[in-house]
T-cell receptor, first 110, second 114 residues
Framework: LAKTTQPISMDSYEGQEVNITCSHN???????ITWYQQFPSQGPRFIIQ???TKVTNEVASLFIPADRKSSTLSLPRVSLSDTAVYYC???????????FGTGTRLLVSP | DVKVTQSSRYLVKRTGEKVFLECVQD?????MFWYRQDPGLGLRLIYF???????EKGDIPEGYSVSREKKERFSLILESASTNQTSMYLC?????????????FGSGTRLTVV
């Protein structure tokens, strides 16, 4: 399982764009990159997944460079409600278990 | 939307009690998981199941057991609760295993053992 490294915490203000980068130097050819969001006292919520290049949905964008050794979750124009912990995970469809790191704690202030 | 429902949001149990945490999913997913979450340690996998009556140990199975008699239900059992099992317990389900599939989590059960 490819180990991931992401910042422990980040601070931002409402309306700003936030980019959270995750390093996964040992990513394997068949691994996907997935991001989850977790609010206090709730379970994590799947927000976006990608394999290469760029993926965008209604919540976020995910940028993956050609070497796939890192990825960046981009949250456009954050609001107070985006304050949460964001987890980056890497693994393949055949993997038997999903391993979460400690995530990045994002604090959005007014 | 897939729903994963955990039977209790908060539980307080005494040391030595047998504790059952129940989880039900409504999307016919084959795979179900139990995690615990503690400050500074992130989420740690306790057990998972990829089919009825099948189970696999995760990273921290000691002191726990599981039961999966029906596809939609996955129970976590603390045979003799101890104070170090005070934690947030999260159940999840998915149609596949690994990061290639999105996992749906329940809202969690915060268990306090006194």
């Amino acid at each position: 399982l490819a180990k991931t490294t992401q910042p422990i915490s980040m601070d931002s203000y409402e309306g700003q764009e936030v980019n959270i980068t995750c390093s996964h130097n040992n990513i394997a050819t068949n691994d996907y990159i997935t991001w989850y969001q977790q609010f206090p006292s709730q379970g994590p919520r799947f927000i976006i997944q990608g394999y290469k290049t760029k993926v965008t949905n209604e919540v976020a964008s995910l940028f993956i460079p050609a070497d796939r050794k890192s990825s960046t979750l981009s949250l456009p124009r954050v609001s107070l409600s985006d304050t949460a912990v964001y987890y980056c995970l890497v693994g393949a469809t055949g993997f038997q278990k999903l391993v979460f790191g400690t995530g990045t704690r994002l604090l959005v202030s007014p | 939307d897939v729903k994963v429902t955990q039977s209790s949001r908060y539980l307080v149990k005494r040391t030595g009690e047998k504790v059952f945490l129940e989880c039900v999913q409504d999307m016919d997913h084959e795979n179900m998981f139990w995690y615990r979450q503690d400050p500074g340690l992130g989420l740690r996998l306790i057990y998972f199941s990829y089919d009825v009556k099948m189970k696999e140990k995760g990273d921290i199975p000691e002191g726990y057991s599981v039961s999966r008699e029906k596809k939609e239900r996955f129970s976590l059992i603390l045979e003799s609760a101890s104070t170090n099992q005070t934690s947030m317990y999260l159940c999840a389900s998915s149609s596949g295993t690994g990061a290639g599939y999105g996992y749906t989590f329940g809202s969690g059960t915060r268990l306090t053992v006194v």
